[in-house]
């Protein structure tokens, strides 16, 4: 991930939140999904079927193909907003 | 023009008929009051000053932007001026936006060009709604309020016609054509609106026109985040303000109703807007 902090805003009852880059001063908006996977990834990597089975377990009333799915649009938000990269092992 | 002061000089005599025409109501200072900004619009120099004559924009004394046609020398004051206030005055953060107001509550119009927000606010203002701004909404980040300059009202091809029909007492400017913005004119701003100039207002609603033709007036909740992006990208000066410009925005759009709003009609946008905030006309 990189070197950055991000301020968030979010909104009542809404899936998509803002977020301010400290670093580097751009704005994004992501969805709800995104703002978890960009916390979780602070500590350390996590491989992306790692972060769809931590989702689940999260939010285990949602249905988890779903989660799969909202995991898969927020990796594309966090990559094109140059917020995170893959790591191959 | 509260709050700033403009020193204007020209040699074009037209243009001082215009700005007598337009800033009718607007108290003129004397010469040697202080001014926020220094502009001038005058003849270009040379054969180009008899020959198909070209004027050209200057601030503090500095060239600006390319010469145009002489007989545009009014829009092209306008548009120095709005890039005077957009480019300099960081005390605010700038939204290209139309502002009106009633009963202390204002509504923003933050709309890219063509969306119909200067034809809408032309429109709302002879009906009733105070003009504070039809082009730049100046936002106080501190006190959460909005000023504006009630300066004259810029209409663009086709919406000249329209707003003329719809309030047939309006002044305008001869209309100029050819310009980059197709043909506009210039609506000298309610007596009313100028009056109340240092007034500012709290920001009520946010409301993005859409102009559709033929469209029934509907009113749809428009999400805050998405709304938040909007107002950052026509901020002339949210970057220069850094976090506090992204902290100021989230107030603001935490604090207004968020919607947007399709039409086609004026007669119609004037019974939707009467209606949105008392709540009888709501998404």
Known sequence: ?89 | MHPFVVRVRSDISRLADDICLMYADFPVLDPGEFADFHVEVSFERGIRRWLKPLARFYFDGRPSFIPLPAQQAFPMLEWGINWCVAAHSHNFLIIHAAVIERDGKAIILPAPPGSGKSTLCAALINRGWRLLSDELALYDMAENLVYGMARPVNLKNASIKIVSAFAPDVIMTPAVPDTTKGTVALMRPPQASVFRIAEPAEPAMIVLPNYQHGADPLLELHGKAQTFMLIADQSFNYNVHGRAGFDAVGELVERCRCVRFTYSCLEHAEQVFDGLLDGSCHA
């Open chain 1, 1 to 89: 991930m990189r070197n950055t902090t991000l301020a968030f805003r979010f909104f009542f009852e809404e899936d998509a939140v803002v977020a301010y880059d400290e670093m580097s001063g751009d704005t994004h908006l992501l969805s709800i999904v995104a703002r978890e996977i960009f916390e979780t990834l602070i500590d350390s990597p996590v491989s992306v079927q790692g972060l769809k089975d931590l989702l689940c377990s999260r939010f285990p009333e949602d249905v988890p193909e779903l989660v799969s799915e909202g995991v898969d649009v927020a990796l594309v938000q966090l990559l094109g907003a140059d917020l995170i990269q893959v790591v191959v092992d």
